[in-house]
């Protein structure tokens, strides 16, 4: 099967990072589902079963992975995740309580509406704490340097797991893997590592 090529070129879905960040974010995002609209349903799924496979051997290194509920444009973990399981891991997601509180991972699978309409365990799902986190994005630098939705709540997440020493994975099709930089703001916390279809990459 024939994956076709992103409209932009690989590594440069957005304009350079001299933008401001909310736009940069919007240039991003609108990248993102652009690249998306070229794939057919079975092509997507291709590319996440190879994703899958890409992260299998370090879901097996690690006790609790976290993952995320994809929405709209963003690639799934799903098959990652079922990987995860398959080699030993405790499978957990992010679950709120209260909309205005930071997230804690609840073990289990997404089978109930949260507050933001994504999918998350069941509310009496036990909280876990991960030691390694499959991190949603809608682009990432060589430094590590995550550009999200802007809300904040992974920052907040995130902050605390890092202390643990719990390893941060961001997730995402290829093209948002960008060349430039993304203006960083104290409060991101910066990812270990990018994992896309085509390879996974470390940054510390």
Do not use: N
């Amino acid at each position: 099967m024939v994956v076709p090529s992103p409209p932009f070129p690989p590594g440069e879905p957005t304009p350079p990072s001299a933008l401001g960040k909310d736009s940069l974010r919007q240039a991003a995002l609108d990248a993102r589902k652009a690249y998306v609209a070229t794939l057919s349903d079975a092509q997507r799924a291709t590319l996440e079963a190879k994703l899958a496979r890409r992260l299998t051997a370090l879901c097996a290194t690690a006790t609790v992975v976290g993952g995320y509920s994809a929405m709209g444009s963003e690639i799934s973990v799903r098959m990652a995740m079922e990987e995860a399981r398959a080699v030993g891991a405790i499978v957990a997601f992010p679950g709120f309580s209260d909309p205005a509180r930071p997230f804690r991972f609840l073990a289990g699978d997404p089978d109930e509406s949260g507050p933001f309409g994504i999918l998350q365990p069941r509310k009496t799902a036990p909280a876990v704490e991960p030691d390694l986190v499959l991190v949603p994005l809608i682009a990432v630098d060589g430094r590590g340097t995550r550009l999200g939705r802007g809300k904040g709540h992974y920052d907040r997440a995130l902050a605390r797991l890092r202390q643990s020493g719990c390893k941060l994975v961001g997730v995402g099709w290829s093209p948002q893997r960008l060349a430039g930089t993304i203006p960083a703001d104290h409060w991101d916390v910066p990812l270990d590592g990018f994992a896309s279809p085509d390879k996974l990459e470390w940054f510390r």
